[in-house]
């Protein structure tokens, strides 16, 4: 199950902010979209969320833009400043702390072994803007292992599934309203770990090099054990009561071989409405006729 990874760095982002050429970034506009999708969504009652209420909780969204939040009331303006101007993906808490919306990208074979995510090479960074409605939350990035096996947990039944989860120390009531990068490795960013048997939100937070030193659960890098990347995502998750956070781009070496994805607008890139093709041939017809004419 193990992939190997491309040694990209995040060069091509700085060079993107400093104005020089760089290969254009996939865009994402939808679910669905390039395998990014809901994973673990879930309503104001906290249970999975159905397709209607998983696109009320996930929005492709532009700038400036009012756009109901999942509760149905009128948010602040989406935040201007994405990359090209092309709007971002936000992720809305509920009504409730119980609810949760997440967005990934899924790779069942493996993005690359766990063990590369303590390698020297290994990065990831992405840009979120926190907006306090009326309660202020931060994106959670994850990366998930796994080694396909169900002989986890207490009583050797769960799936061995499991989630590191940081969240941005940035972000906090005096700093809303910000467009802000960051940037994890395996020995920068505090992670949390959820999964059978994990110690979850209320354990201890720690680099992803911390975890791997861990007596306990180190056991997840070790190549014998054959975990492996399978996903990596972004969430608000319980107690984001009102939260409403974006997320703009993500660029990690383990991500589809290190290429930029730009979440964007589900405007951005669609086709043009069937009438509007329709006239489109129409006047592609009479510039073919006026052409025909000239040649008499």
């Known amino acids: 199950m193990r992939a190997s990874f491309a040694n990209v760095s995040l060069t091509a982002v700085l060079l993107a902010f400093a104005g020089v050429t760089q290969a254009a970034p996939t865009l994402v506009n939808g679910l669905g979209v390039g395998g990014w999708a809901s994973g673990d969504t879930r309503n104001i009652a906290g249970t999975p969320a159905d397709p209607t209420q998983i696109n009320a909780q996930i929005k492709f969204v532009g700038e400036g833009q009012v756009v109901p939040d999942a509760a149905g009331a009128n948010p602040d303006a989406t935040p201007t400043g994405t990359l090209n101007g092309n709007g971002a993906v936000r992720l809305d808490g509920t009504s409730s702390n119980s609810g949760k919306s997440d967005i990934g ?30 309660t202020l939350r931060t994106v959670s990035f994850g990366i998930a ?80 054990n054959d975990y492996d990347v399978v996903r990596m995502n972004f969430n608000i998750g319980s107690s984001s009561r009102n939260g409403l956070v974006y997320v703009d781009w993500v660029q990690s070496n383990l991500l589809n071989g290190g290429e930029l994805v730009d979440f964007v607008s589900a405007d951005v890139g669609r086709l043009p409405e069937p009438g509007s093709l329709a006239l489109v041939g129409l006047a592609v017809a009479g510039l073919a006729g006026v052409g025909r004419r000239r040649t008499r």
Not at 113 to 124: E, K, M, V
């Open 105 to 134: 990208l899924l790779d069942a074979g493996g993005m690359a072994s766990a063990s590369a995510l303590l390698d020297r090479l290994f990065t990831a960074s992405y840009r979120s803007y926190s907006d306090p409605n009326s």
């Open 145 to 224: 292992v796994t080694n396909g096996l169900s002989n986890c947990g207490a009583t050797g039944t769960q799936a061995c599934y499991f989630t590191f989860a940081h969240a941005d120390p940035d972000i906090n009531p005096a700093n809303p309203n910000t467009w802000l990068t960051e940037t994890v490795s395996s020995t920068v960013g505090d992670f949390l770990l959820y999964g059978s048997g994990a110690p979850g939100g209320g354990g201890p937070k720690k680099t992803l090099a911390d975890w791997a030193l861990d007596g306990t659960w180190g056991f997840l890098f070790d190549d014998a």
